[in-house]
């Protein structure tokens, strides 16, 4: 232990309420001990990232299933360590930020899994993280009760849903946390936090420390977590396989690396998830350069059912289901609506998405609202009956390519101006959402959140560099982008009033989806810039 006292950590931010009882020095101490051991490679893998896209991007390179691991996808014998108590039947998942409020209303809404998520729908304000925090501690005690100013009394019901967390990505940094000046990996923040305060308790109480991961981009990513989730484990003294993780798939580069992300997590693996939106991100963001056989047309028209996305989640069912894994579902973004029409067609979107994908194999799947329990667990209740899940259903029919996956062009559809003006409208309220600390939305009816905000933004910049054709003919420009962009935000200023940050979300939006460059994500400069407290600058 004495190697720990040369660590020099600092707390760069101000104290808010009961922060002290998440970062306790023994709290920090693990996570600036994580941070440490594994910062070198999380920097290395940052630098392949970069490295593999600046190929892509050039058309050095194209993608496939990698040749050095043929024998690990080729190899029946091994699986993952599957479902832990309270995983073994996921039909029904809920997601969300960690409110207080939202975190007893996930718990209480029916769903069997929530996944708190400090990722897409959290705008990493350290007030979000730490309160965040401090309500997971809270609800996994039960001792969470409240009651609003208005008398509405919240209290977590006898059967709640088992707690998935999501720590952020290996992208993004955490800099009110500095360990040696450097400032701390998020993921590890929110993961040691979480781990560190409940994987005792959460075992004691029959379920266990359960992790979504995010964003991963290669095999390599997944052999850090598992290392950093071993190194946990042995620090605290919590049996090794304790944990299990989801990993989502969710770019195009580990969807070619389902096998060796469950190989490489395998002791820890209870699944994967079709994350749709960071999905089509990546693909947009690797293939923005490479012409018209990559354009994606209006966000609305990428549908599940085209070809290349049917590609990858039967892909992932079919893996997923070899190795004994849960295959999970991902975000229809329709949400109920105060309109009854409204409301009766997003359900029947919902129902369809739920469908397919509980036809086609998945255990399970995610819904964004607790008005949307229902539908899905019908949907999953007709396929499952009695069942917890279908992962005896093996799929052996499915056989994709890697050509299948990379027929971006097999989504047909056009470019219109609705679909451009709706790319900048959103991506302008969405970023103004997320400055002001609100990391999911209800724009349009729709579900919008980090994932979905950067397809919003990739888009435009996309369709600017290929100088695409809306099906009026006209190309895009990077002028016709301003004009619009100056006509919907004098229409979101008049709507959203003073109080909205519009001046600063125009300018993230010019910088990343306007600019000579493609930034990798909006969220890791704009957190820099407006996100982070003065003492942690
Ligand atoms: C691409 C991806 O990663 S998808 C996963 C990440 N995205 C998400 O998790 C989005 C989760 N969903 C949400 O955040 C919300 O549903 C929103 C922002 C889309 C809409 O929220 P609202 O406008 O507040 O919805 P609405 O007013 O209909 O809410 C009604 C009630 O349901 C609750 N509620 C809504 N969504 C959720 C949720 N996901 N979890 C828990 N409670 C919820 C509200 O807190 C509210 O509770 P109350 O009646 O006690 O006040
Ligand atoms: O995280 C989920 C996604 O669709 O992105
Ligand atoms: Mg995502």
Redesign the pocket.
Known sequence: MADRLNYRIEVAAHAGDRFDEILTPAALDFVARLDNEFAGRRRELLDARRRRRERLGSGEETLDFLPETRAIREDDSWCVAGAAPGLEDRRVE????TDR??TV??LN?GARVW?A?F???TSPTWQNIIDGQLNLFDAIRRDIDFTTEAG?H?RIGDTPATIVARPRGWHLVDKHIRIDGRPVSAGILDFGLYFFHNARQLLARGSGPYFYLPKLEDHREARLWNDVFRLAQRELGIPQGSIRATVLIETITAALQMDEILYELREHAAGLNA?R??YIFSVIKNFSERGADFVLPDRAQVTMTVPFMRAYTELLVSTCHRRGAHAIGG?AAF??SKDPEAAAEALTKVREDKEREAADGFDGS?V????LVDTCREVFDGVLGERPNQVDKLRQDVVVTAEDLLDVASAGGAVTEHGLRANINVGLRYIDAWLRGTG???IFGL?E?A??AEIARCQVWQWIRNGTKLDDGTAVTTELATNLLDEELSSVRAELGPEARLDDARAIFVETAMGEKLPNFFTTAAYARYLVQPSGS
């Open positions: 809920i997601t969300g930020p409020k939202m209303n996930a809404s996944l998520d990722e897409d729908a509405k919240y994350g939106w960071d975000m949400i109920p995610w964004a609202h607790p008005g999911a939305a209800a579900m959140d994932a979905t």
